[in-house]
């Protein structure tokens, strides 16, 4: 059971005050065998048992507090590299955050100095107390055994040194003549060190270290008979939302080759965005379907030619056509060889690229491990903690090996398929050369044309054309276009990168600024379409103001987490439209996605 530590300490003392006050005729305490017996000394025990509680609770709170500043370090380290690779307005966001968390880790480097102090004061404090619960303890055990209590009891209270009694005066045994005067006990002294540790103990427990609140910011309905309001949590976003500009699914696999937008660049409806590294594969299919093209219309021209006075002039036809084709087939293998040089060329980039990534994850991860090392040696971190950041580096390492291992492979693997892709390519010549040479065998043995030779060879000119058609079609696939016009907001994936789930980048009509307020399904019967809602945000001075637009019409869980710590994150909500007005969605235009505390006024329009 908790006891009010300077409550019943001043009780205690008044107690043992009394005794002073009431001497018998002889001039000697009645009360005193009454009061420092056992029984006032459980009460000095169960002071301080409390004592001790009330320790292990600063001590508690300063393991927290430590343990929040190292999740602080981390967080501040991630923030400045991401902010190394910022870009625009991505990078303005970040300074912004990394100052906020700056002021949160000083705070916590406050609060843990401050604690600590105070957990040294109240440990010293403790010592005394109990030295002096220890003499209080003796003068029983003395007082039981010399049931005479003779005033001249010499006592000895060398234990009690500055600083807590430099200020006392011991007085000296009475003499017979001053015997009817107050009888002044040793155990007097030690009342005066009780009174002066109740004042410590008093100062203690009504400092702020006992009255630590965390303060939120509760999202509720506030409301009064004048004004009446609803406040919810909410985040910046730009008007339709932030739309994830990728490739089609198809094309899996495939790398960016180039990109053609920054961050924070604007863009119109179909400009292009990105260009795939399958384009070059792509424009060689076209030519290779344009060539077939030309081959049909050939062959069909060939059958139209007619009768056997110009079977010389058809098979010269044929001829042409063969080495037409032979041309076709050789341009086709040789763009087929230079996409696979191409290939060869980019995915060695990409690896290099990312081996040198790892290299240096690999030096931020030795130069953690080494850190931690050096605070496990200073105790401010457990051995847990230490490996697990030096588990990083190990771990950083096999993935450098095995980004080296696939380099190899890949350089490997490629290199093969050139060399069999020029193989073919000979192989081709020599075929068609042959192919040539029959068609010349030929020339006096062509036959009377005829309809269905006509109809064949229109088919396949027919045919030929579509594959154009299509090939042209996939030939701008390799071609990412803005759906809309935007602005860009994050990039995903850069040169070389294999195309994401994620997108390639993420675009938004950031003209126009949003914010979604997510507000409790016990509330939402208060919006109204039209009403007015104060925005506020953390990095900026400035309040926000805006307008109710749309509605929800889907109850969904809560997805952004305020500060408070015992708030209920399964919390239902309605998502809530609110539009900027123009000067204030220009102010926060490069902030999408910044959480912001949201305040919608439901008081009545004035009639």
């Known amino acids: 059971m908790n006891r009010n530590i300077p409550q019943d300490l001043n009780q205690e003392l008044e107690s043992l005050l009394a005794l002073e006050t009431n001497p018998n005729q002889d001039g000697v305490l009645q009360k005193e065998e009454t009061f420092l017996d056992e029984g006032f000394l459980e009460n000095i025990e169960g002071l301080v048992n409390n004592f001790e509680d009330n320790l292990e609770q600063i001590k508690q709170t300063i393991s927290h507090l430590e343990q929040e500043l190292i999740t602080e370090y981390e967080t501040i380290r991630d923030l400045e590299a991401k902010q190394n690779n910022a870009r625009g307005s991505q990078g303005v966001f970040l300074d912004t955050q990394l100052a906020v968390e700056e002021q949160k880790k000083e705070m916590l480097e406050s609060m843990l100095l401050e604690q600590r102090r105070n957990l040294d004061k109240q440990e010293a404090f403790l010592s005394n107390f109990c030295q002096i619960q220890q003499h209080l303890t003796q003068i029983v055990a003395d007082n039981s055994q010399d049931s005479t209590n003779t005033p001249d009891t010499q006592w000895d209270n060398s234990y009690l040194e500055q600083p807590l009694l430099e200020d006392l005066e011991i007085p000296s045994t009475p003499t017979p003549e001053e015997k009817p005067q107050k009888v002044r006990k040793p155990w007097i002294i030690v009342l005066s060190c009780l009174g002066l540790l109740t004042t410590g103990a008093i100062v203690f427990y009504n400092s702020s270290f006992f009255r630590q609140q965390f303060l939120t910011a509760p999202v509720s309905v506030e409301e009064t008979p004048q004004n009446r309001s609803v406040s919810a949590l909410g985040y910046l976003e730009p008007q339709g939302e932030v739309i994830k500009v990728s490739a089609p699914a198809f094309v899996e696999g495939t790398r960016v080759e180039n990109l053609l937008v920054k961050l924070g660049d604007r863009v119109k409806k179909g400009q292009v ?259 007015k809602a104060i925005i506020k945000c953390d990095g900026i001075v400035k309040d926000l103001q805006g307008t109710v637009e749309e509605i929800g019409l889907q109850i969904k869980k809560k997805d952004i987490l305020g500060t408070d710590p015992v708030a209920d994150t399964d919390s239902r909500i309605v998502n809530v439209k609110i539009r900027l007005n123009p000067e204030d969605s220009k102010l926060v235009s490069n902030f999408t996605n910044f959480q912001v505390h949201v305040v919608i006024n439901t008081s009545p329009s004035p009639k």
């Not at 054309?465 to 090939?471: L, N």
């Not at 040169?495 to 979604?516: A, S, W």
Request: aromatic share 4%; charged share 25%; net charge negative.
């Open 273 to 531: 965005i990105a260009i795939l590294d399958n384009r070059e594969r792509l424009q060689a299919a076209l030519e290779q379907a344009k060539t077939q093209v030309f081959v049909a219309q050939s062959r069909l021209d060939q059958v139209l030619a007619g009768s056997k006075s110009g079977d010389i002039k058809a098979q010269d036809a044929k001829f042409q056509r063969t080495s037409a084709e032979l041309e076709g087939q050789i341009r086709v293998q040789k763009a087929a060889i230079a996409n696979l040089e191409a290939q060869l060329s980019g995915e060695k980039l990409a690896q290099e690229a990312q081996i040198e990534r790892i290299k240096a994850e690999l030096n931020n991860a030795s130069q953690d491990c080494a850190r931690y090392e050096s605070l496990y040696q200073d105790g401010a971190v457990s051995v847990q903690q230490r490996d697990h950041v030096c588990l990083e580096q190990q771990t950083t390492e096999k993935s450098l090996r095995e980004a080296r291992a696939n380099l190899t492979r890949i350089v490997s693997t490629l290199t093969k398929q050139i060399e069999e892709a020029k193989a073919n390519l000979e192989r081709t010549v020599v075929t068609l050369q042959q192919q040539i040479d029959e068609d010349k065998a030929r020339l006096n043995s062509v036959e009377e044309v005829r309809s269905v030779d006509v109809k064949v060879a229109q088919a396949e000119l027919q045919a030929a054309k579509s594959a154009v058609q299509k090939a042209q079609a996939d030939l701008n696939l390799a071609y990412v276009h803005a759906p809309k016009d935007g602005q860009i907001l994050d990039i995903q994936v850069w040169p070389g990168e294999l195309v994401k789930n994620e997108g390639i980048v993420e675009l938004g009509q950031t003209d126009q600024m949003y914010v979604t307020a997510e507000v409790y399904e016990t509330d939402i019967n208060q919006i109204r379409a039209g009403q």
